[in-house]
Nanobody, 122 residues
Framework: QVQLVESGGGLVQAGGSLRLSCAAS????????MGWFRQAPGKEREFVAA????????YYADSVKGRFTISRDNAKNTVYLQMNSLETGDTAVYYC???????????????WGQGTQVTVSS
């Protein structure tokens, strides 16, 4: 039901920062738990970060904890991923999705959007 469009990716040097945005068009966005996932070439899609519908509870993969921050603005139907201290290992296509509570959080639906490319150079 919800449509998601990712943006904000780009090419940055290691140690740099990017802010990704996920714009949702669904009317139930404010009650959805949301997350970010990424997929590097030749690898499976993996969980990055998630945020509960109220915005108070967040989850992070160990690989990004302390460097990435997920947030949301329900009034704007948008989820953000602030990525600092980027590493070459962060290079991937980043996707947002509705998630359900699990360890780690998992996509609730099978739909995936176009994603946004993040490339970190050395």
């Amino acid at each position: 039901q919800v449509q998601l469009v990712e943006s904000g990716g780009g090419l940055v040097q290691a140690g740099g920062s990017l802010r990704l945005s996920c714009a949702a068009s669904g009317r139930t966005f404010s009650t959805d738990d949301m997350g970010w996932f990424r997929q590097a070439p030749g690898k499976e899609r993996e969980f990055v970060a998630a945020i509960r519908w109220g915005g108070r509870i967040t989850y992070y993969a160990d690989s990004v904890k302390g460097r990435f921050t997920i947030s949301r603005d329900n009034a704007k139907n948008t989820v953000y991923l602030q990525m600092n201290s980027l590493e070459t290992g962060d290079t991937a296509v980043y996707y947002c999705a509705v998630v359900y509570l699990a360890n780690p959080p998992r996509p609730k639906y099978s739909y995936w959007g176009q994603g946004t490319q993040v490339t970190v150079s050395s």
